[in-house]
């Protein structure tokens, strides 16, 4: 973003022992390995995270400083003085003296006239390619001259000691928006970088009138473009990634007068119960210059993606180029359509439901799903939540910021707008089963290609869903939930608990 000065040098590199500046793939895979990370027979770097397996999100903090305090959501950021920041800073710098530290410069956002230039300045070498393979690779001549807007310092080994440091826990990731700067540390999970350049684009995009979203996005053969919103662990990533289709992104997008666009150059996809067979896509990708994370392997170096003994959250970072097919540059026109994923673990939400604009606003501020085990620390099952825009914890400024600008999108381009349930049929956690991926492909599919258009719709009696009767490669009893459970009381009782949460939870909007 040319508007933005280039912020100054946060940490004292001169008093570093050695600073390896934006080296290859190659060369970061060699500097992991005697680190101590491993090779998989796939090529792939293995790396594990220690204590955190998942983002850390309560120790996240924004600093208070009149620059941006009236524009953030404080109700949903901890808050970090400024002197705690300077503390903290002055922490680093003491720390780096004498280190190896790894520097990367990326950009954020495929779009030029909107993306950001991001420094990170990291110690430990996988961090580095994972960041690398993350975001966006400025070319060997706009390296020459680059300037960063932001710097993200993250030093995973340095623990911060909440009784002198004033964190909540040895764990800290600390935005400050007047020094644009972000210094993660105590935690070596690499998510918490790509998140942080997220919640950066949340905050600047926004108030300059282009919308930023939690969704996958992909373009279909005649050019049609499709958003896929959802926390982790609903299906952004595995729905977007589809053969029929050409992948835009997987996570994080910015939708402008032009279109939408893609903040990464990157995927970052959930492994467990990975195959070949159900994500021929993803499997493909994982091979030299991926990043396995927290992946258990066999004797011969064969990731085990069915075994979740460390976490049920292993991940692979890859280029976004590893998809094939990859639409490059990351960037595709107006949605037509656009996805709601949840993952109900009530069980009582239809697969598919077509929703009336007032539907997509009330849903959308809502952002139900269930946290998965090991998305974040502490989750170990499935944990009702509702998270507005699909991403509370990445939105630094207040709900109606994201949801008007929606509004105005839907209101001038007409996208179709889907809710789709990831989740349980046929009972709740722990008595149903987990939806069928081959049938929320089928669903999905479907209605892009317009084949939902003219079938029969009946209204859920519950949710007021709108929910086609019959469906291609779908059975008809799966697509009214209560059809499935056999206890139909059961049901009933449930889907009133969940209205009810849903009609509380909006309260706080109206």
């Known amino acids: 973003m040319s508007s933005i000065a280039p912020n100054p040098q946060p940490l004292a590199l001169d008093s570093v022992a050695t600073l390896h500046k934006n080296l290859s793939i190659a060369e970061l895979v060699e500097h992991a390995v005697r680190h101590g990370d491993s090779l998989a027979a796939n090529g792939a770097l293995v790396a594990y995270t220690g204590k955190y397996t998942g983002r850390t999100p309560k120790d996240k903090a924004v600093v208070r400083e009149p620059s941006s305090e009236a524009n953030i959501w404080w109700e949903n950021n901890a808050e970090m003085s400024a002197e705690t920041f300077a503390k903290l800073l002055k922490k680093a710098n003491e720390y780096v003296e004498g280190k190896v530290l790894y520097q990367i410069d990326t950009y954020g956002g495929a779009d030029p006239e909107h993306r950001i230039k991001a420094r990170f300045l990291v110690e430990r070498p996988y961090h580095a390619l994972f960041i690398k393979q993350l975001l966006i690779r400025p070319t060997e001549e706009e390296l020459a001259t680059y300037e960063p807007d932001w710097t993200i310092i993250d030093l995973c080994y340095l623990t911060a000691d909440p009784a002198t440091d004033g964190t909540r826990s040895e764990a800290s990731i600390a935005l400050n928006f007047a020094e644009k700067t972000v210094l993660i540390m105590g935690t070596q999970y690499a998510g918490e970088m790509k998140k942080s350049v997220f919640t950066i684009l949340n905050y ?55 279109g939408v666009f893609n903040f990464e150059g990157g995927c970052y996809a959930k492994c467990i119960k990975l195959s070949a067979e159900g994500e021929p896509e993803i499997w493909n990708a994982i091979k030299f210059g991926s990043v396995l994370e927290n992946v258990v392997m066999n004797d011969q170096r ?86 507005t825009c699909f991403g509370a914890p990445f939105l630094p400024l207040r709900p109606m910021s994201y949801a008007e600008l929606l509004g105005e999108k839907l209101k001038k381009h007409g996208s179709h707008v889907w809710l789709i349930n990831t989740g349980w049929s046929g009972g709740s956690y722990g008595v149903g089963s987990r939806m069928k991926l081959s049938y929320t492909r089928a669903m999905i599919r479907a209605a892009f290609a317009g084949l939902l258009d003219n079938v029969t719709y009946q209204t859920d009696p519950v949710f007021g869903l709108s929910v086609p009767t019959s469906c291609p490669g779908v059975p008809d009893e799966v697509l009214m939930p209560r059809n499935t459970w056999a206890d139909k009381a059961a049901y009933d009782a449930k889907a009133n608990e969940l209205l009810a949460m849903f009609n509380k939870n909006f309260e706080k909007f109206q």
């Open 302 to 387: 064969i990731p085990d993606y069915d075994d979740g003994s460390i976490t049920e959250n292993t991940r692979c970072a890859y280029p976004v180029d590893y998809i094939e097919g990859a639409v490059i540059p990351s960037v595709g026109g107006h949605p037509k359509n656009i996805c709601f994923l949840t993952c109900d673990a009530f069980g009582v939400l239809p697969p598919i439901s077509r929703l009336t604009p007032e539907q997509a606003m009330f849903h959308f501020l809502n952002g139900y799903t269930a946290k998965v085990a090991g998305t974040e620390a502490g989750i170990t099952e499935p944990t009702v939540t509702f998270s």
């Open 204 to 258: 600047l995009l926004p108030l300059k009138g282009v919308m930023s979203m939690h969704c996958s996005a992909n373009i279909g053969e005649d050019g049609d473009t499709a958003l896929f919103f959802g926390l982790s662990g609903t299906g952004k990533t595995t729905l977007s990634a589809d053969a029929h289709r050409r992948l835009i992104g997987d996570d994080e997008h910015g939708w402008t007068e032009n």
